[in-house]
């Protein structure tokens, strides 16, 4: 299995920027597809972004769509979320996830995902 770790959560104020990092070890090959969900107190999991790390096709939530960016540098085995213009509405645990074989279709499922990290808390002030 892959053991991820996010980091790079914190405390910021609306409009500000956040870059959250998942760095993964113990993965082969490169055909695998990492996300980022997010779960705030009291609501469900909600997918945020997905990168397919080999050809890089990238999938976001229509929430997070032109705020946030999701990247990889294989160099690091990382994958970056980058988030601009953050709202109060964007507090929550960010996880990033891994898995292999997911459709374009399930990519926002979390159930698609087998490893995940242990999560980073974003909080975002008014």
């Known amino acids: 299995q892959v053991h991820l770790v996010e980091s790079g959560g914190g405390l910021v104020q609306a409009g500000g920027s956040l870059r959250l990092s998942c760095a993964a070890s113990?993965?082969?090959?490169?055909?695998?597809?990492i996300a980022w969900f997010r779960q705030a107190p009291g609501k469900e999991r909600e997918f945020v972004a997905a990168l397919r790390w080999s050809a890089r096709t990238t999938r976001y939530a229509d929430s997070v769509k032109g705020r946030f960016t999701i990247s990889r540098d294989p160099t690091k085995n990382t994958v970056y979320l980058q988030m601009d213009s953050l709202k109060p509405d964007d507090t929550a645990v960010y996880y990033c996830?891994?898995?292999?074989?997911?459709?374009?279709?399930?990519?926002?499922?979390?159930?698609?995902?087998?490893?995940w990290g242990q999560g980073t808390q974003v909080t975002v002030s008014s």
């Open positions: 113990g993965r082969g090959g490169s055909h695998y597809t």
């Open positions: 996830a891994e898995g292999t074989g997911i459709i374009l279709s399930s990519i926002s499922s979390h159930g698609s995902y087998k490893d």
